[in-house]
């Protein structure tokens, strides 16, 4: 259940001045001034890949699209529909970059794209969790109203301050409030690091923000992340194969499913639903 967004800002920069879980994650957190131009209100506008030939079988077939036809699959998918990338440094960014075409081609509001550093990985199960909560507050529409949960400068100055402090990259007047959220990512990473992957999702995920993980075949082998969420039941839904043809299609789909209150698993991996979700109606 979410709670009311009154009075976010207030607790949001509270929480930041706090230091997050006593600074274990971030250390002593200088509050940054507001970054001009930053953010505007997004309420104005409400590899390596496995050959799919030798890929197990999904358990339930479904659509395949190729590269051709993924634009057409997608339009209007996410009319008028904000969403913001996230990405790990090892993501796969010319997989990113036909994601952020089909999006296009879907009718979404680019939203922008944040790359979660290393660093915001490193901490503790508490220091992960308590920052990403507060990264979605600053980030998130309200579901019920369309409206961002924290104020411009909220936003703003908790971006500058994660950026200041090495936890995150983006270019300065590209972040909108968002409702869909895309997490980019690898192959597997060390334990702890798709532990906290995994938190940041769920963070997002219970603060209201339609999530979709998407990562390699590799990711959803056992201890990568994609395989971490599916043997969890996350509600976050997931893509493994990113990188092929009709993956990008996949995500879009996924993402407009996701903001619709449905979630699944896709990909060409056995742990998968179907390679692709069935078009939103």
Do not use: C
């Not at 890949?49 to 993924?70: I, L």
């Not at 290393?118 to 019920?144: M, R």
């Not at 992957?197 to 963070?203: E, G, K, N, T, V």
């Amino acid at each position: 259940m979410r709670r009311n967004s009154s009075g976010r800002g207030a607790i949001f920069t509270a929480g930041l001045g706090f230091g997050v879980a006593a600074g274990v994650a971030l250390g002593a957190l200088v509050i940054a001034p507001s970054i001009p131009g930053a953010d505007t209100s997004a309420g104005q506008s409400a590899q390596a890949a496995e050959d799919p030939a030798t890929a197990p079988e999904p358990t339930t077939s479904s659509a395949q699209p190729t590269e051709e036809d993924s634009a057409e699959l997608v339009a209007g998918a996410l009319a008028d529909r904000p969403v913001l990338i996230f990405r790990t440094a090892d993501a796969d960014e010319a997989a990113q970059e036909e994601l952020q075409h089909l999006l296009a081609g879907s009718g979404a509001i680019d939203a922008g794209t944040i790359t979660l550093n290393d660093k915001y990985f490193a901490s503790d199960a508490e220091g992960v969790t308590k920052v990403s909560e507060l990264l979605a507050t600053a980030l998130l529409l309200n579901p019920e109203t369309g409206e961002p949960e924290a104020p411009t400068e909220d936003r703003a100055r908790a971006l500058q301050t994660l950026r200041d402090t090495g936890f995150i990259d983006y270019e300065d007047g590209t972040i909108l409030p968002t409702q869909g959220v895309v997490l980019l990512t690898g192959k597997a990473g060390e334990e702890n690091t798709v532990a906290n992957q995994a938190r940041f999702l769920d963070a997002v995920d219970r603060a209201g923000g339609a999530t979709v993980a998407a990562g390699p075949i590799e990711s959803a082998e056992d201890g990568a992340l994609i395989a971490t969420l599916r043997a969890e039941g996350a509600r976050t839904s997931t893509v493994d194969s990113f990188g092929e043809p009709w993956a990008a299609a996949s995500v879009v789909l996924a993402v407009a499913q996701r903001i619709g209150g449905e979630s699944g698993n896709y990909g060409a991996a056995e742990s998968a639903d179907a390679r692709t979700p069935e078009p939103q109606s």
